[in-house]
């Protein structure tokens, strides 16, 4: 076994209760770490030049804890940040897109502290996605879904949600697109809340969006970059958000329409 070495050192350092198994040019090592999905945390060892990557294999976005990972829910996207800089956990993606965790080092002797680094990042933000964070995720889903039967059914085979406008980058995913006749696109994001921060959060990310949209290379196909805004929606109802939408909606190529208008996309 290639890993050998770092498998004896981890079992030395931490304990017998860990295991292993060799996929191809990586090492799985299973931990004693448990989720409260009731799933043992595994970690994989790779080794690239003088580097070793230690990662959770995808397995935490792609669902294999049998645990959501949503980072649309405002909570938990701010959880997963808090995490992420605690252990010092950098993030990368494969080419389906799936989000992985890893560290790195180009000492041997370090991989171990790697190792039950990563288990600890692993275990805590699993576990804390069951947390039920039930009244913005209710308010989001709600929205999203409502949004997007209405968006479909008004722009048939015309209408994309869960896409990147710019696959170069990766860095622009509203929340939906829709291609126009003339090659063009409109770039659509929602904006809901189930208090005033929430309310904030969403057009702060909103805004976000749309400005990394204008910096694409593909910013001559966007026709409009239109915010569908909750109107109904509890954090709407604070006085702040006028003045803050109104900021938003003042920014070049950008149409607020509102739920409680939403013919007005048969205009646009």
């Keep these: 076994m290639i890993f050998d070495k770092i498998y004896i050192d981890v079992v030395s350092s931490f304990g017998g209760l860990w295991s292993f198994k060799e996929r191809e040019n990586s090492l799985e090592i299973i931990t004693p770490f448990a989720t409260t999905s009731h799933k043992f945390v595994s970690v994989f060892v790779t080794q690239r ?26 909570c938990y996207a701010k959880i997963i940040l808090h995490y992420l800089d605690n252990f010092q956990v950098r993030e990368t993606s494969n080419l389906t897109r799936v989000s992985f965790f890893y560290k790195k080092t180009d000492k041997q002797i370090a991989v171990p502290s790697l190792i039950l680094d990563m288990a600890n990042f692993i275990s805590s933000i699993v576990s804390l996605s069951e947390v039920e964070y039930e009244v913005e995720r209710k308010t989001y889903d709600l929205f999203s879904r409502t949004a997007n039967v209405f968006l479909s059914d008004l722009f048939v085979g015309k209408f994309e949600t869960n896409v990147y406008f710019d696959l170069t980058t990766r860095h622009v995913k509203p929340n939906a697109i829709i291609k126009k006749d003339n090659g063009k696109v409109l770039l659509v994001n929602y904006i809901t809340g189930s208090n005033l921060a929430n309310f904030k959060s969403s057009i702060g990310k909103t805004t976000v969006i749309f400005e990394l949209a204008e910096k694409s290379i593909l910013k001559d196909k966007i026709d409009n970059k239109v915010t569908f805004v909750d109107d109904f929606s509890t954090g709407f ?15 070049p190529r950008i149409k607020r329409i509102d739920w409680s208008k939403k013919e007005e996309f048969s205009n646009i």
Excluded: C, M, Q, T
């Design 49 to 74: 030049g003088d580097d070793f990557i230690v990662s959770d294999g995808g397995w935490v976005a792609d669902g294999s804890y049998g645990s959501p990972f949503d980072r649309n829910i405002d």
């Design 237 to 251: 109802g604070s006085s702040e958000v006028g003045a803050w939408l109104d900021n938003l909606s003042d920014k």
